[in-house]
């Protein structure tokens, strides 16, 4: 798991959301993990995860091919590059505890 390219390519998402749109100046963040394996703990990584402040649902994978993933959203932050990222590498840290790994984000506004 590299951190520093992981917080790279948040930042050039970030830029790249930026440049198609205007963003909010605070949103609600969907992280999204996907198991590294069969042995990741959904229970203990969803325990986890509120206990810290985040909703957390799970998803099944829409076709045979795809991924079984689970979200956790943090509440209305600041959306910056450096918000956003102080929440990802909280929750990448605890996911990788639990077996999963990262595998996107996306955000709402209320």
Do not use: C
Request: no cysteine; glycine share 4%.
């Amino acid at each position: 798991m590299d951190m520093n390219a992981q917080k790279a390519e948040t930042a050039e998402i970030f830029r790249q959301m930026a440049q198609m749109e205007d963003m909010p100046a605070e949103a609600a963040v969907h992280f999204q993990f996907v198991a590294d394996d069969h042995s990741a703990d959904w229970d203990a990584f969803t325990q986890a995860a509120e206990g810290s402040g985040y909703a957390v649902e799970w998803y099944e994978a829409d076709d045979e091919d795809g991924e079984r993933y689970v979200e956790a959203t943090s509440p209305v932050i600041a959306l910056t590059p450096e918000a956003v990222w102080a929440h990802e590498e909280k929750l990448t840290l605890l996911a990788a505890i639990h077996g999963f790994a990262p595998d996107g984000w996306s955000f709402f506004t209320a």
